[in-house]
């Protein structure tokens, strides 16, 4: 049987959250969401809040690690690149004054430069960010991370297990409503994406950890803020539910790396893994996967200014 109480895991900052069954996906919102369908998860430790900027000093203090961001791509893995676009950087949102129709470069830069330690590239810093979630972390950078801890990264379920806070009849990680009595839950968009935001000062982009309420499990930033890793690969939608009660799925580990590729760009093999979250830049106007529910597809060598992780320890009988 697991035990619920680790002295290590409680003291680098990590929540035990017990094991058990729920409703993971939903038929009510987008259909990558599809369809709701009993999991169950053993019990296991997550990070009470996504890995910070002061933890990945740490980290990359400790090994040396260099990020991908912070290197300049291998051409062969990029083939018809423009040989002046394989140079380090990553992808960061700019704000823009006004928009033409949905193309997403309108407000979305690879910005040469842009990685974990200049979050927008040119001379910008860390100051006064130590607290915030790391960002411009691809997927082994997460990966470099949790191995380097002794932890691991949660698989979809986990997650999505881990940010319901022991409901799964809510709409969202609090309850039904998004903001209940005018009141934030969670650092998402303000105002209308992309043009307009009415953020305060220090929150425009990522906030610090902890600035919004923990769910039931006390886990803070589950929802909002930054977008996070997981182990599994993306798949366009969940696997039918079993017919029977007692085949729910244990513990699923999620796709298939072949069908993760993107098919819109054939030549380019780059499994993509699922995000879970939402972010800072989610509005109901345009991106409504503030739930524990929603779920994004991002190549495992991107890195953006709007996802980071957190880590999980599995505990066995």
Not at 270 to 297: D, M, Q, T
């Amino acid at each position: 049987m697991a035990l619920a109480f680790d002295e290590a895991a409680t003291a680098s900052g990590m929540i035990w959250v017990p094991g058990g069954t729920f409703v993971m996906g939903s038929d009510r919102h987008y259909p990558e969401e599809a369809p709701a369908h009993p999991v169950r998860v053993d019990g296991f430790w997550i990070d009470e809040t996504p890995v910070t900027n002061r933890k990945f000093i740490e980290f990359v203090k400790a090994t040396g690690h260099v990020t991908m961001a912070e290197k300049a791509p291998d051409p062969d893995d990029y083939p018809g690149a423009l040989p002046e676009m394989l140079r380090a950087g990553s992808l960061l949102f700019v704000q823009p004054k006004g928009v033409n129709g949905p193309d997403i470069s309108q407000w979305w830069t690879f910005k040469f430069g842009a990685n974990w330690r200049r979050p927008l590239g040119g001379i910008s810093d860390l100051r006064g960010k130590l607290d915030h979630p790391v960002v411009h972390v691809a997927w082994s950078d997460a990966r470099a991370y949790a191995d380097w801890a002794g932890l691991d990264l949660p698989t979809e379920a986990e997650w999505e297990f881990a940010a319901c806070g022991g409901h799964d009849d809510r709409e969202f990680a609090w309850g039904d409503e998004l903001t209940p009595d005018g009141r934030l839950m969670a650092n998402t968009w303000q105002g209308t994406f992309p043009t307009h935001s009415i953020k305060p000062k220090g929150h425009e982009r990522t906030s610090p950890v902890r600035s919004f309420p923990a769910n039931d499990y006390g886990l803070y930033d589950m929802i909002g803020n930054v977008w996070e890793w997981t182990t599994d690969y993306w798949s366009t939608r969940h696997p039918e539910p079993a017919a029977k009660s007692c085949c729910i799925p244990e513990n699923p580990r999620g796709g298939d790396v072949g069908a993760s590729y993107d098919p819109r760009q054939p030549d380019i093999r780059i499994a993509r893994r699922v995000l879970k979250g939402g972010s800072h830049l989610c509005a109901p106007n345009y991106c409504r996967r503030y739930r524990p529910a929603a779920r994004h597809a991002e190549p495992e060598d991107t890195s953006t200014s709007h996802v980071g992780f957190r880590c999980i320890k599995r505990v066995h009988a």
